[in-house]
């Protein structure tokens, strides 16, 4: 019989939320992460289990994690390197970006916590309003302890507030941001965060997306996580779940550890899964249809899916701006309403020059680059599905053509003021193209009232299967047009107090 | 308080099970008997579709060195190996086999649940005795139980008279 009281697999904005407050309340958790420790947070690991940021052109080959290719007829998951950053899954019409490590999606994220108007509750069981959601979200804010930028701002920024000024979109919010800032980027204040775990402060270096690396980013390895550790947790990295199931008595997790080779089975009466929207979409699928030892998973799984109408930008070649690359990667947004309700967000983000192996000529013509990214809330009506080999999707811009056209049209008016040599809309594809690029792949595992309508229900829980919890991105029933991290870590906060 | 980040063990948690073939194969062939007696059936409907198999002890090897052993059966895992798995379709059952680009399926089976030939209870059971296996193949007969999600443990006997010899173990994953 298993000692384990949860297996949480995944340790980002779900997981690690959940794995603290459950640890917190004295249930023995162990975390499965299939990434490593990465970056300054590492740092008192063991060699095995820690990696430096890829930085420079050797660190570069340990960027990429692996690619999942599903377009055409072929499905084929490479896997590059077990210990890689990011992973890729390249759809028919959609590419998806999404990270590996502890801490999850949190170690490349834009550092923004934003909470959805009131309206995007719409969409959840009337157990979940966002008053009821409040006080979870303060819980998550008091941990993170999110701020806006603080001045002095970057030249980037003055120059984003001139273009959202002369296409009309009034100026831009600056919404909060997990990161710690000092009393100048010029100097490094190191001080313990609310974790309790020593950080550091931004210095401005515009790494974000690819891991900062001075500790100043209030990641989830940073604060949740050493707060499950401390209460008990047992973390193990690089170790990836391949397969559950339930033997009658718990839940069975199959998992490869990537140090040694070696397939481990554990098992718990509850499992929370939290491997990011597209890796928790296939375990479940693998495990009701390839596996069949959870056959009760509803058919609705894979509906609902959402790449969150992201669509990027590039400036090129603009002299607005000398250094596109400093400060905090996106730090600022204009809000874009339609009948009354938020359609979507344009916001400035910096290209990551100082993680980049560039040459100093490339790098000193890309700092006079920048880019725009748009999140919307689009039909959410994108379905993923399983092949017996792993996941299809056709989801792209026919999901919701109109919003698409807006986005462009709306980033062509915000670029215009830059006066650049080129605008790339839709990069890395092109202005109008079906295929879209996302790093907020949402949805499918949607939180509804019934089977027919959901996989999961207010609290989490996988219907039909008591004990088994999704706690990522895959729970939104829509998109909410705005950074998801804040509401999949409040979800998980208020999953974790509601566990039984 | 300290700020380090510090990793923790739950002390007495179970501990992983090792299932990978190359943990399983370091077993002897009386650990992996008492590993097959421990598990439980899994029920015909659980069982289905193309599954990956890989050997993990085959008769006769057990006298060899460690490390021989070891060589052989990673050989018949890898490029000496032309078993695949098995094909099972509810109450009926093939193998797959590849030479190269070359993939066919030979030798039948037909799927039940029955007791086990060691009497240690119940198990998935792969009769060879059908009319299109050639002679010589009706004599084997498999039994399969769960290891985990979608893994399961299978040995082959063969039939010989009134007895029957384990000639291999293997693991088939979904």
């Known amino acids: ?243 559950i199931g339930h033997d009658g008595a718990a839940y069975e997790v199959r998992y490869r550890d990537h140090r040694s080779g070696a397939v481990h089975q554990v098992a718990a009466p509850r499992v929370v899964l939290a491997a990011g929207s597209l890796n928790t979409m296939r375990l479940l699928f693998q495990a009701r249809d390839r596996h069949r030892t959870l056959p009760l998973v509803s058919p609705a799984l894979g509906r609902r899916f959402s790449p969150n109408a992201d669509l990027l930008g590039l400036i090129l070649g603009t002299p607005a701006v000398a250094n596109g690359g400093e400060g905090p990667a996106l730090n600022a947004f204009v809000r874009i309403e339609r009948d009354g309700g938020l359609r979507f967000i344009v916001g400035e983000v910096g290209l990551p020059l100082g993680a980049l192996p560039l040459g100093g000529g490339l790098r000193r013509r890309l700092g006079h680059a920048t880019g725009l990214i748009a999140m919307g809330r689009d039909a959410s009506t994108g379905t993923i599905e399983y092949d017996g080999r792993g996941l299809r999707s056709t989801v792209g811009r026919a999901m919701d053509p109109a919003l698409f056209d807006d986005i462009e049209r709306t980033l062509e008016r915000v670029a215009r003021p830059y006066r650049a040599r080129r605008v790339w809309l839709n990069a890395p594809n092109r202005r109008g193209a079906s295929r879209l690029g996302t790093v907020h792949p949402l949805g499918g595992c949607a939180v509804g009232r019934t089977p027919e309508d959901g996989v999961v229900d207010h609290r989490g829980q996988v219907f039909g299967h008591p004990g088994l919890f999704v706690a990522d991105g895959s729970l939104y029933p829509r998109s909410p047009g705005v950074p998801p991290s804040l509401t999949i870590a409040a979800l998980a906060e208020r999953q974790a107090a509601l566990m039984e | 308080m300290s700020t380090a980040i510090r990793a923790r063990t739950i002390p007495d948690a179970t501990p992983a099970t090792a299932v990978d073939a190359r943990s399983l194969s370091r077993r002897s062939r009386a650990e992996l008997d008492a590993l097959f007696a421990s598990l439980p059936a899994p029920a015909c409907t659980q069982v289905g579709g193309d599954l990956r198999g890989i050997e993990i002890d085959l008769a006769g090897l057990e006298r060899l060195p460690r490390a021989l052993r070891a060589g052989i059966l990673a050989a018949l895992r890898g490029p000496l190996g032309l078993w695949r798995g098995k094909r099972l379709a509810g109450e ?19 799927v039940a649940t029955a007791p086990t030939v060691d009497g240690s209870g119940p198990c998935l059971r792969l009769d060879y005795d059908v009319p299109e296996n050639p002679l010589p193949l009706r004599g084997i007969l498999g039994e399969l139980r769960t290891l985990g999600p979608g893994l399961f443990l299978g040995r082959m006997h063969y039939r010989a008279g009134s007895g029957t010899a384990c000639l291999l173990y293997f693991t088939l994953e979904a």
Not at chain 1, 201 to 211: D, M, N, P, R, S
């Open chain 1, 1 to 243: 019989m298993s000692l384990l009281d949860v297996i949480v697999v995944g340790s980002g904005f779900g997981g690690a939320v959940t794995a603290a407050r459950l640890a917190q309340r004295g249930l023995r958790v162990l975390v499965l992460e299939r990434g490593p420790w990465w970056g300054p947070a590492g740092t008192e690991q063991p060699r095995s289990d820690r990696r430096i940021f890829p930085r420079g052109s050797w660190g570069v080959r340990k960027l990429v994690r692996g690619v999942r290719w599903a377009r055409g007829r072929a499905t084929r998951d490479i896997l590059l390197n077990a210990d890689g950053l990011v992973e890729v899954h390249s759809f028919e019409h959609l590419d998806v970006v999404t990270g590996s490590g502890v801490g999850g999606g949190s170690l490349i994220y834009t550092n923004v916590l934003e909470a959805p108007d009131d309206g995007f509750f719409g969409a959840f069981p009337p157990e979940l309003s966002a008053t009821e959601l409040r006080p979870y979200v303060d819980r998550v804010r008091a941990l993170l302890r999110p701020v806006p930028l603080p001045a002095p701002l970057p030249d980037k920024n003055r120059a984003f507030e001139r273009a959202a000024d002369e296409a009309g979109l009034g100026p831009p919010c600056y919404p909060e941001l997990a990161i710690r800032f000092g009393t100048s980027p010029k100097v490094r204040e190191p001080a313990p965060n609310a974790a309790g775990v020593l950080q550091s402060t931004c210095t401005h270096c515009g790494c974000c997306v690819l891991g900062c690396p001075e500790r100043a980013k209030t990641t989830m390895d940073l604060t949740y996580v050493p707060v499950a550790l401390r209460h008990g947790a047992e973390l193990r990295p690089l170790c990836e779940v391949v397969a």
């Open chain 2, 92 to 110: 009926r059952g093939t193998n797959l086999w590849a030479i190269g680009p070359l993939r066919r399926t030979f030798a039948g089976f037909r």
